[in-house]
């Protein structure tokens, strides 16, 4: 199974902040990654695919990089509505797991 | 626009068979992969396996062989059981559409778009 660990584990940010969030895949999924964002109570919501790849609808502050086994989310002009829980997975091979979750607080 | 609706037993006891149904309504069946993927309270989530709209299946080794998913093409609906549960199979378990398959040879996976409602299921003596 490939292993998906992110980190940090939680951050502390404040509105109009940038902040990046890593993905680290135990063997090269090449670009098969995908992040979503995760509120209380919420199913979770697609943000990005394909490592890069904007999900229609997701504003452009959002963006994602890297390939093999290192990758990145970045949030630029942090919103209120962008404090939550932000998930990688790889999609290179079954099971597809998640990464462990990185919590984004107010600071 | 397509819509996930789930459904099935809320509350078992440990042994019982956790059974959930998901329909797909408003869009293709058969371009995608049906999943499902649950989570633990506080905890993150964990994809348990998905489906094709033939019946390929693949499923979380982590879930051994009590994994049962299945496809009913004639109702556009594809479901979940997993036997023999413990207090351990808590969560909160959702249907989900995978953006995924071939095209031209060539394996894309374009994650997982769309979400059911989740259905919380509890398992208590």
């Known amino acids: 199974d490939i292993q998906m660990t992110q980190s940090p584990s939680s951050l502390s940010a404040s509105v109009g902040d940038r902040i990046t969030i890593t993905c680290r895949a135990s063997?090269?999924?090449?670009?098969?990654l995908s992040w979503y964002q995760q509120k209380p109570g919420k199913a979770p919501e697609l943000l990005i695919y394909s490592a890069s790849t904007l999900q229609n609808g997701v504003p452009s502050r959002f963006s994602g990089s890297g390939s093999g086994t290192d990758f990145a989310l970045s949030i630029s002009n942090l919103q209120p509505e962008d404090f939550a829980t932000y998930y990688c997975?790889?999609?290179?091979?079954?099971?597809?797991?998640f990464g462990q979750g990185t919590i984004v607080e107010i600071k | 626009q397509v819509q996930l609706r789930q459904w099935g037993a809320g509350l078992l006891k440990p042994s019982e068979t956790l059974s959930l149904t998901c329909g797909v309504y408003?869009?293709?069946?058969?371009?995608?992969?049906w999943s499902w993927i649950r989570q633990s309270p506080g905890k993150g989530l964990e994809w348990i396996g998905e489906?094709?709209?033939?019946?390929?299946?693949t499923h979380n080794p982590s879930l051994k062989s009590r994994v049962f998913i299945s496809v009913d093409t004639a109702k556009n609906q594809f479901s979940l059981m997993l036997t023999s549960v413990t207090a351990a199979d808590t969560a909160v378990y959702y249907c989900?559409?995978?953006?995924?398959?071939?095209?031209?040879?060539?394996?894309?996976?374009?994650?997982?778009?769309?979400w059911g409602q989740g259905t919380t299921v509890i398992v208590s003596s």
């Open positions: 997975q790889q999609g290179f091979s079954s099971p597809r797991d």
């Open positions: 063997q090269s999924i090449h670009t098969y």
């Open positions: 989900a559409r995978a953006v995924s398959g071939y095209s031209r040879y060539n394996y894309y996976y374009n994650g997982i778009d769309v």
């Open positions: 408003g869009g293709s069946f058969s371009d995608y992969q």
């Open positions: 489906i094709t709209h033939t019946g390929s299946t």
